[in-house]
């Protein structure tokens, strides 16, 4: 997250625990750690390293070896991750025509470098290329 958010940046890594925590929550907004490091392929002992980091930054909460549930910071910081991912993603298919599963994973390197202002600044630039109705 940028500046204007006021949110301290988090690193590649807790941004994709969290972008992971997003994707797996059910209707309770829950998601237990085991499933964290089985999509994320990582040990259980990184998923709670991880879950400590993340909830020293107020991004999630967690009872005692309960379930990890995002708090709205945390909620809104996955989604911004997501929706970078999402907009590289798709610009890396639709435009240039990556290849799928390269456009994947280099959107997942991208997402974590480009700031909120610059994909808002490139998401409208592409608006403006669109032709008008």
């Given at each position: 997250?940028?500046?204007?958010?006021?949110?301290?940046?988090?690193?590649?890594?807790?941004?994709?625990?969290?972008?992971?925590?997003?994707?797996?929550?059910?209707?309770?907004g829950s998601v237990r750690s085991v499933?964290?490091?089985?999509?994320?392929?990582?040990?259980?002992?990184?998923?709670?390293?991880?879950i400590f980091n993340?909830?020293?930054?107020?991004?999630?909460?967690?009872?005692?070896?309960?379930?990890?549930?995002?708090?709205?910071?945390?909620?809104?910081?996955?989604?911004?991750?997501?929706?970078?991912?999402?907009?590289?993603?798709?610009?890396?298919?639709?435009?240039?025509?990556?290849?799928?599963?390269?456009?994947?994973?280099?959107?997942?390197?991208?997402?974590?470098?480009?700031?909120?202002?610059?994909?808002?600044?490139?998401?409208?630039?592409?608006?403006?290329?669109?032709?008008?109705?």
């Amino acid at each position: 997250m940028d500046d204007k958010n006021n949110v301290k940046k988090l690193s590649p890594a807790s941004e994709d625990y969290l972008e992971a925590i997003y994707q797996l929550a059910g209707d309770d907004g829950s998601v237990r750690s085991v499933d964290i490091a089985n999509k994320l392929a990582v040990s259980k002992a990184s998923v709670n390293r991880a879950i400590f980091n993340l909830k020293e930054a107020g991004m999630v909460t967690q009872p005692h070896y309960g379930d990890i549930t995002l708090t709205e910071e945390g909620t809104q910081y996955a989604k911004s991750v997501l929706d970078r991912h999402h907009v590289l993603y798709h610009f890396l298919i639709d435009v240039l025509r990556v290849e799928p599963t390269v456009a994947a994973a280099e959107a997942c390197e991208m997402e974590h470098a480009i700031s909120d202002d610059t994909l808002e600044r490139w998401v409208n630039y592409l608006k403006s290329m669109l032709p008008q109705d």
